[in-house]
């Protein structure tokens, strides 16, 4: 599959930063946060304070980063489903949803045992290491160790900016610029430091453009009946057997779930899941799956899900339960409660020793 990512104009007009380019009588750090302050990247306090010579918290830094590579609106719309993404326990309710996007993207991570380390502060080390993340294409081997030496040779930072342990708002604020300038944004500043606001000559905002192979439902309801029985392999279990009359059950559950919009293992006119075939001996795991995630994540929907399904105890316990010993599996796409494109996908099982001889219709919203 492949993909072309632009990052949104809304966000960031990018620069073409040089020490030059900074008006005279300001630092590179006072230019540097004036126009991310006109960008809506960097926020100072209520005085209008950019508090350049202060540090920030990994908090902090979580909601820089999700400025700086996602579109606003975007991610209002989508903020609640990156909350949900944030399983830490020491994030303040404003910053759930920055974090779970950063996490979801791979641009920061956790200390283990659930704490992320909301108040602590940035260290310069770990300011390089997520706008090297950012990047993502640097050709050089680096890691957490590394990153000052490897920002500093790719011209992302001077030694001096990153020399101190702990970084300041300014010296931030100029790594963040000269990060947007090697992703090929030019941004110029004038002499009040306004942005100019052009992403390779167009004024045009620029959203993730995607080409995409035609999606096979078949082969990624194969494929998601394979990595559950390569799990049960690893958990000593004997894999499951395709069942014709429970994919197709399987199938009901997802359509009727993407028509009614109603997620649940109830059915959307109230009955029960099981009700959906003439054998109640059967389990059910169920996934609602927005599309931007996997996009975002450049995984596939069997991937994704099957992984979500191995990381829930209660999920987990129905793919490797011995007791079931046929599988059936349904996709459907829908809109989800937030008005997001998804996937609602189905895995049912059925108990060994019983059969399905029918299969209900899709069930309507009552």
Known sequence: MKRIRVISLAVIAALSLTVTSFAAEKSPQQSAAAYLSEAGIMLGNESGDM??????????????L?????????????????????????????????VGYCVANNLVAGYGNGRYG???????????????????????????????RTAVQLGLAAEETVADAEITRGNMAVLICHTLA????????????????????????????????????????????????????ENGVAALTVNEKLMQAAQVRAEEMAASGVYSHTRPDGRKYTTVTDCPYIGENICQMPLI???????????????????????????TN?????????????IDENGLECWYCVQ??????????WVDAPAAKG
């Open 322 to 334: 011995a007791q079931y010993g046929e599988i059936g599996i349904g996709l459907a796409r829908g």
């Open 118 to 148: 909301s108040n602590d502060p940035v260290t310069s080390a770990a300011a390089c290491t997520v706008m090297l993340r950012c990047l993502n294409d640097v050709d050089a081997v680096w890691d957490y160790q590394s990153a000052c």
């Open 51 to 64: 508090m350049l010579e202060q540090g920030l918290t990994r908090a902090q830094m979580a909601a820089l």
């Open 182 to 233: 090697r992703l090929g944004y030019d941004v110029k500043l004038s002499e009040t430091a306004q942005p100019n606001l052009s992403v390779n000559g167009t004024s045009d905002a620029a959203a993730v453009q995607e080409t995409a192979e035609p999606f096979d439902a078949a082969a990624a309801k194969q494929d998601i009946i394979d990595r559950t029985n390569a799990l049960r392999c």
């Open 293 to 319: 995630y996997l996009t975002q994540q450049k995984t596939t929907l069997p991937e994704r899900v099957v992984l979500l399904w191995s990381n829930s105890s209660g999920h987990r316990k129905n793919m």
């Open 66 to 98: 999700t400025r700086i590579v996602t579109d606003p609106e975007q991610f209002e719309r989508d903020s609640t489903f990156y909350r949900s993404l944030c399983s830490f326990t020491d994030v303040p309710e404003w910053a759930k949803s920055y």
């Open 348 to 357: 049912a099982f059925l108990l060994n020793g019983y059969d399905i001889t």
